[in-house]
Every structure is written in structure tokens, then in C-alpha cells.
């Protein structure tokens, strides 16, 4: 067993299925923030669109080392 990050996602205060692994805390919380930001266009530095009823955050948990990884 190894420790891993697994990002949550929720929608309407429903949990997403689905097991999303991360060697690093950072590259999680990476993609929590664009999860629950939505996108920005890199040249105006403007929010392309805002989400609405969606968190996402990352918590450590034990997975097997042959476990699949996002990062």
C-alpha cells in the first residue's frame, strides 16, 4: 500500500463515481480548482465560463501500488 491523493468531485451535492488517484497533492489540487473554476482564456486572463454547484477537493488515502494515476 502507498499513499495517494483522491480527488472528490461533487455536483449538486452528489459525489461523482469514479476513483481519480494522484501521486501528488498538487497536481490534485490542480484539477480541483479548474474543476470548481471552470476554464480561463490564457491571453485576456477572463473566465470563459463559471461552474455552478460543483466542488472538488483532494484527501489522502492508502491504494495499492499498482493502483491507475492521473498525474
Same mark, same amino acid.
Given at each position: 500500500?502507498?499513499?495517494?491523493?483522491?480527488?472528490?468531485?461533487? =455536483?449538486?451535492? &452528489?459525489?461523482?463515481?469514479?476513483?481519480?488517484?494522484? /501521486?501528488?497533492?498538487? /497536481? %490534485?489540487?490542480?484539477?480541483?480548482?479548474?474543476? &470548481?473554476?471552470?476554464?480561463? $482564456?490564457?491571453?485576456? $486572463?477572463? /473566465? =470563459?465560463?463559471?461552474?455552478? #454547484?460543483?466542488?472538488? @477537493? %483532494?484527501?489522502?488515502? $492508502?491504494?495499492?501500488? #499498482?493502483?491507475?494515476? @492521473?498525474?
Amino acid at each position: 500500500m502507498i499513499m495517494a491523493f483522491l480527488l472528490v468531485m461533487l =455536483v449538486d451535492g &452528489e459525489r461523482v463515481n469514479g476513483e481519480f488517484y494522484f /501521486r501528488n497533492v498538487h /497536481r %490534485c489540487n490542480q484539477f480541483a480548482h479548474w474543476l &470548481e473554476n471552470g476554464t480561463i $482564456k490564457p491571453v485576456e $486572463k477572463r /473566465r =470563459v465560463s463559471n461552474q455552478v #454547484n460543483i466542488s472538488a @477537493y %483532494c484527501m489522502p488515502v $492508502k491504494v495499492n501500488a #499498482n493502483a491507475t494515476f @492521473y498525474d
